[in-house]
Each structure stands twice: as structure tokens, then as C-alpha cells.
């Protein structure tokens, strides 16, 4: 199985900040990477997929670049609802995995 | 609008069975691949199981191979997971989720699995 290294596990940051999530498959993946965000007692929200592409209805001070092996989430300026935990899913071939998330918490 | 409704979580003996349903609506079923994931307490997202819209090809993580199967039947819009031998190391909230583009799209509330004797 393909293992998706998430950094940071946790992250503190301030209303406005802009932040930066990364995610390190351990193989090629072209662009098949999504990115999730979990609020606890709450389903997960697909926020992008195929690495870049922003989901519908999903605010635009998200965004999502990379491929083959590298993978970076941005907000651009945080709102006190993003504080949240973010994942990564590299969806290539037969199987899925996630990274191990990165709590992001206000400072 | 999309709803996933997961059900038939517990609480179980480890060894045991169980069987979780997902009741699906407001989108066509039949034509989505559909996910099973889980979360254990105080862990991140775990993918369980992939099946494509018409059954033919269903996939699962190497360390779950062989005692969990995943299944749909699309006359009734409910996808199934069937978890045997079950593990203390299986508790977890067990969600369900659409397939978009093959990541995990739309997802249900999830239904709460506790193995214990």
C-alpha cells in the first residue's frame, strides 16, 4: 500500500495566518491526492481533489497544489472555522490511504 | 442532496460478527463507487474497503484483507460491510462515502463499532 506522510501533526496558528499542509506519498501518484477536513462529532468535508481542484461550495482561500510525490494544502487566511484536522488521501490505483492528519489549532 | 445513513454498529464480543449497512439517497446510486472508513478513538482516518458501482471490483488495505467484505445491492440503494472475526483493535466509528474520482466524496455520520468482551 502506498503510505502518505502528512506534516505537521499539529499545527497553531492565528485568525489570518496563512498555513501550509504537506503530504509525501512514498510512490508516483500523478495528481491523485484530495484533501479532507474533520471536525470532531462531524462527517469529513472532501475540500479538494486530483490535488488542485477546489470542491463546490468549498471557500477559495483554500487551495491545493503538487504531483508525483508532493502534496501542499494552503489556506490563505485563516477564519476561526478552519480550526479543524486536515487530511490527505492519495486515490491512485486499487487502494486508498490517508496521511495521519494535522491538527490545526489556534495559537 | 446527498445522504448517507450508516447503521447497524455495536457492541461485540471479539470473534464475533457483524454486519453494517449504509442506506444511501438523494443521488443515483447505482452509478457511484462507494467507501467504507474508520476511525478508532483518538486516531486519524483509516480506508476500509472501495467497491465499484456495479459490484464487479471491490478493494481493501492488506491489513484487512480476508475478514472484511464489502457489498451493495443497488435495487435498494444500501452499501454492506461484513466484519468477521472481529478484533478489540476494531472499535471505531465506521463511516460510509461516495467515490468521487476515487477519493472519499460525501459522507454519513457513521455508526459506532465497540469490540469487547
Known amino acids: 500500500d502506498i503510505l502518505m506522510t502528512q506534516s505537521p501533526s499539529t499545527l497553531s496558528a492565528s485568525v489570518g495566518d496563512r498555513v501550509t499542509i504537506t503530504c509525501r506519498a512514498s510512490?508516483?501518484?500523478?495528481?491523485?491526492v484530495a484533501w479532507l477536513q474533520h471536525k470532531l462529532g462531524k462527517a469529513p468535508t472532501l475540500l479538494i481533489s486530483?490535488?488542485?481542484n477546489l470542491e463546490s461550495g468549498v471557500p477559495s482561500r483554500f487551495s491545493g497544489s503538487g504531483y508525483g510525490t508532493e502534496f501542499t494544502l494552503t489556506i490563505s487566511s485563516l477564519q476561526p472555522d478552519d480550526f479543524a484536522t486536515y487530511y490527505c488521501?492519495?486515490?491512485?490505483?486499487?487502494?486508498?490511504?490517508f496521511g495521519h492528519g494535522t491538527k490545526l489549532e489556534i495559537k | 442532496q446527498v445522504q448517507l445513513v450508516e447503521s447497524g454498529g455495536g457492541v461485540v464480543q471479539p470473534g464475533r460478527s457483524l454486519r453494517l449497512s449504509c442506506a444511501a439517497s438523494?443521488?443515483?446510486?447505482?452509478?457511484?463507487?462507494m467507501h467504507w472508513v474508520r476511525q478508532a478513538p483518538g486516531k486519524g482516518l483509516e480506508w476500509v474497503a472501495v467497491?465499484?458501482?456495479?459490484?464487479?471490483?471491490?478493494y481493501y488495505p492488506d491489513s484487512l484483507k480476508g475478514r472484511f467484505t464489502i457489498s451493495r445491492d443497488n435495487s435498494k440503494n444500501t452499501l454492506f460491510l461484513q466484519m468477521n472475526s472481529l478484533r478489540t483493535e476494531d472499535t471505531a466509528m465506521y463511516y460510509c462515502?461516495?467515490?468521487?474520482?476515487?477519493?472519499?466524496?460525501?459522507w454519513g455520520q457513521g455508526t459506532l463499532v465497540t469490540v469487547s468482551s
Open positions: 438523494g443521488f443515483t446510486f447505482r452509478n457511484y463507487g
Open positions: 462515502a461516495t467515490s468521487v474520482d476515487g477519493a472519499c466524496g460525501s
Open positions: 488521501q492519495q486515490h491512485n490505483g486499487y487502494s486508498r490511504t
Open positions: 510512490q508516483g501518484i500523478t495528481d491523485h
Open positions: 486530483r490535488a488542485s
Open positions: 467497491i465499484s458501482n456495479d459490484e464487479r471490483l471491490q
